[in-house]
Nanobody
Framework: QVQLVESGGGLVQPGGSLRLSCAARGLPFLFKTYTMSWYRQAPGKERELVATSTGGDGVTKYLDSVDGRFTMSRDNVGNTVVLQMYSLKPQDTAVYYC????????WGQGTQVTVSS
């Protein structure tokens, strides 16, 4: 059974930082071959891609509005991905989801990030 388990969400003031982690368990192929991504969904809005790390070469791309503030990294030995978020803004408030794709799609349960004073 495949599980993507996120952790690290919470409440933070504008300008603050948070670190999200995603632990992948039970993936049928080597973790490094999976494209791993972080999505987010704010209330009343569509889910959007925040950052993605391509399987194989590990090239990482970011949503324009988070580029330079968020950093995505992956540990292909520990089967984890991390989204380090800096200079958080109220508009970053959303549920953040971990996503894995190779031959099938897998989603985590989501973790709430709230940026508010």
């Amino acid at each position: 059974q495949v599980q993507l388990v996120e952790s690290g969400g919470g409440l933070v003031q504008p300008g603050g930082s948070l670190r999200l982690s995603c632990a992948a368990r039970g993936l049928p192929f080597l973790f490094k071959t999976y494209t791993m991504s972080w999505y987010r969904q704010a209330p009343g809005k569509e889910r959007e891609l925040v950052a993605t790390s391509t399987g194989g070469d590990g090239v990482t791309k970011y949503l324009d509005s988070v580029d330079g503030r968020f950093t995505m990294s992956r540990d292909n030995v520990g089967n984890t991905v991390v989204l380090q978020m800096y200079s958080l803004k109220p508009q970053d408030t959303a549920v953040y989801y971990c996503y894995a794709r190779r031959t099938q799609d897998y989603w985590g349960q989501g973790t709430q990030v709230t940026v508010s004073s």
